[in-house]
Structure formats: C-alpha cells, structure tokens
C-alpha cells in the first residue's frame, strides 16, 4: 500500500497555501500571496489578509490538486496550521479545512506553524530528522529548540526577548527604504557589501548573558544601533550597512545554535522559518557546523518561507507515527505554543 496522501493548509499571516504530501513525497506546493496588498502599510494588514485569504482558498486548493494531477477524493488526511499567526487569518484555513475533512470523512491535524517549519526538512532527506536542535527564524519568532521528537516533543531552550530576526530585517529595510518584506532585499544588497565595515552590537553574549540567557536571543539593541548610524551618516554606504547588520544577526543565532547543540550533546541543527532563506545565515552555518562536528539541515530557500507543504510534511509524520488526529471542532489559537505541536 502507498503512503497516505495529505494535504495541508497553511494561512497564517499573507500567504494563502495549500500542499500536498504522499509520505515524504512532495506532490504540489502551491503559493498566493497577498504580500503585494499590504507592502504600502510596511506591514501585514489582518483585515486585508483575511480578505485575501477567502478569495485564494478554494483557487489555491484546486491548483493545487491540478498540479498533483489528484481529486479531492483521493486524499486521506488533512492538514491546517492552527496557530500561532493572525486570528482571523488562521480561521480561513481551519474553516476550509474543517469542511474538507467533513465532507471527505477524513481525519484532521491541526498543527503548529512552527513545528511545520521545522517538518518540511523531512520532505528532503531520508533519515528522520530527531534528535534535532532546531533554530527556528521567522518573522514572528526565533528561538531555539531541543525536538526530540517532531510529532510528539518539542522544547524551547530560549526565544528572543524583543524582536524576531525577521521583524528586525524588515524594521531596519523600512527604514532604509528598501521595500516590505525587509530579509530578501537586504540579503541582496549585503551581497555587494563588506561585513566587517561596522561593527554592530550582539544582543546577548556577555559572559553575564552567557551564565544567565545562553539561548535566548535581544536584537532591539542592534537595530538601534543601525538606526543611529544611518542618522549620524548621512551619506552612508547603502550595501556595507546591510551587510553588517546582517552579520550581527547572523552571528549571535548560529553562535547560540552552536552553543545549544554542545550544551545538549545533540550533534545535529535543523534551521528553519523564513530567514532561514538568508544566504548569509546558509554559508556560515555550513562553515560553523562542519568546524564544530555538527550535522546541518536547512530546507531549500522556497521551503523557508510560509507555505503549505510544511503543513502537509507535518500532518504525513502524524500519521506515520499514529498520533491521534484532532477532534473536528477546535479553535485556532493565534499564540498556541511551540511545545504544543497539534491539538487534541
Ligand atoms: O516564516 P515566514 O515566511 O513567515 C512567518 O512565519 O513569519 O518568515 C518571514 C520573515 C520575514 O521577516 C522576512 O523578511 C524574512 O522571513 N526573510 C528573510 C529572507 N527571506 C525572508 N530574512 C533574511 N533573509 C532572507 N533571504
Ligand atoms: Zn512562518
């Protein structure tokens, strides 16, 4: 018999997808995204979002069945990310999902939208990915975490105290005019630029921070450093400041993640959420993990951002390993815990 197929429904902030899994096999993986609508506002709009969202559902999943060349009724399990995210946003995909699974007559996982980012490594590699430490960088969290096992245990050994990487990357591209959202237009121009031309702050690693907070993550501080550079330097290098405010960042999260897998003796790092697109976060922690004997793992650049195979690959390794699915009415929770990875 063949590996169940899921699909999977992912709308937490702007992105309305929808995948589709057979096992670790990835069928469709289909994206629309209302980011366009909300890059005047330098920030995602909820009421907009949602809109969107109820507009792109139905396309998005019928797209998506297309591009698997599959009807709804060969599918055997659903997928939707529960939280955490936008509240009304969230309710879009967990109504389509809901009515799926009713209509179907199949079983429903209502999954965390971290966890999912960390899932979707399993639709590239055949070994299981725990015992993993997991960085986990998006535009709402970053933090650091011990999974022990994907579908059943997750522990967060720190987060950030302030901003999430993301947040810091668009705050710090708002303010150089470089367009919504901030990671991918930075990353860019960091490329022209020199890394060592200033020397931003790193949150947290005093050795006071390193006894009290070896995990957890402040990127206030720098982000105010770059502010009161670009205000002192009228004339400032455009691509030496994106490069080294990019470094900063990149610095402190692999120094931690480095930190966490010696703390822990787990010799593996799985990165994940959307800034684990950065190119520069890509190349130093293959140099920093092949230094320090630790196995790295980080989904292709198009698997970082939002999307909705990482709610399939999630929902597949529920079923692989028998968890129980959720009951069908629940409720999303737009602050639902890493630790809680679906609900029951
Ligand atoms: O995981 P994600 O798509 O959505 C959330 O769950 O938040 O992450 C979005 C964040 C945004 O802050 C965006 O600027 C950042 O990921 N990002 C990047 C890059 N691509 C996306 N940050 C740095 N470099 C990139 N290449
Ligand atoms: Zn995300």
């Known amino acids: 018999m063949s590996a169940p197929i899921v699909l999977g429904i992912e709308t937490s902030c702007d992105e309305t997808a929808v995948g589709i899994v057979r096992g670790r096999t990835l069928l469709a993986n289909v994206i629309a995204s209302s980011v366009e609508e909300h890059a005047r506002f330098g920030g995602v709009v909820p009421e907009i979002a949602s809109r969107a969202h109820l507009e792109a559902m139905q396309p998005t999943i019928e797209k998506a069945l297309t591009d698997s060349k599959l009807s709804l009724k060969d599918i055997d399990a659903v997928a939707v990310t529960a939280g955490p995210g936008l509240v009304g946003a969230l309710l879009v995909g967990v109504s389509a999902?809901?009515?799926?699974?009713?209509?179907?007559?199949?079983?429903?996982?209502?999954?965390?939208?971290?966890?999912?980012?960390?899932?979707?490594?399993?639709?590239?590699?055949?070994?299981?990915?725990?015992?993993?430490?997991?960085?986990?960088?998006?535009?709402?969290?970053?933090?650091?975490?011990?999974?022990?096992?994907?579908?059943?245990?997750?522990?967060?050994?720190?987060?950030?105290?302030?901003?999430?990487?993301?947040?810091?990357?668009?705050?710090?591209?708002?303010?150089?005019?470089?367009?919504?959202?901030?990671?991918?237009?930075?990353?860019?121009?960091?490329?022209s630029g020199d890394a060592q031309a200033i020397d931003f702050p790193r949150g947290l690693t005093t050795s006071n921070d390193w006894q009290t907070r070896p995990f957890d993550f402040s990127f206030s501080g720098v982000k105010t450093a770059v502010a009161r550079y670009l205000e002192a330097t009228p004339d400032y290098a455009k691509a030496n400041v994106a490069a080294s405010f990019q470094e900063a960042i990149v610095d402190v999260l692999l120094l931690k993640s480095v930190a966490a897998c010696k703390a822990t003796g787990i010799d593996s790092l799985v990165i994940a959420g959307g800034v684990a697109a950065n190119s520069r976060l890509r190349a130093l922690a293959t140099q920093r993990c092949d230094k320090a004997g630790i196995r790295l793992r980080i989904p292709s650049p198009g698997l970082c951002t939002d999307n909705g195979a990482m709610v399939a690959a999630l929902g597949s390794l529920m079923v692989a390993a028998n968890r129980a699915p959720s009951p069908i009415a629940f409720d999303a929770d737009s602050s639902l815990p890493v630790g809680v990875i679906s609900l029951s």
């Open 97 to 191: 999902a809901t009515g799926l699974a009713l209509g179907l007559d199949k079983p429903i996982y209502a999954v965390n939208h971290l966890a999912a980012h960390i899932s979707v490594d399993f639709l590239t590699h055949d070994k299981p990915l725990d015992p993993t430490i997991a960085l986990l960088v998006s535009g709402g969290h970053s933090s650091l975490l011990q999974v022990e096992d994907i579908t059943s245990s997750i522990i967060k050994l720190g987060a950030t105290m302030d901003d999430a990487a993301g947040e810091a990357f668009d705050k710090i591209a708002r303010v150089m005019k470089l367009g919504f959202p901030g990671g991918p237009a930075i990353d860019l121009l960091a490329q």
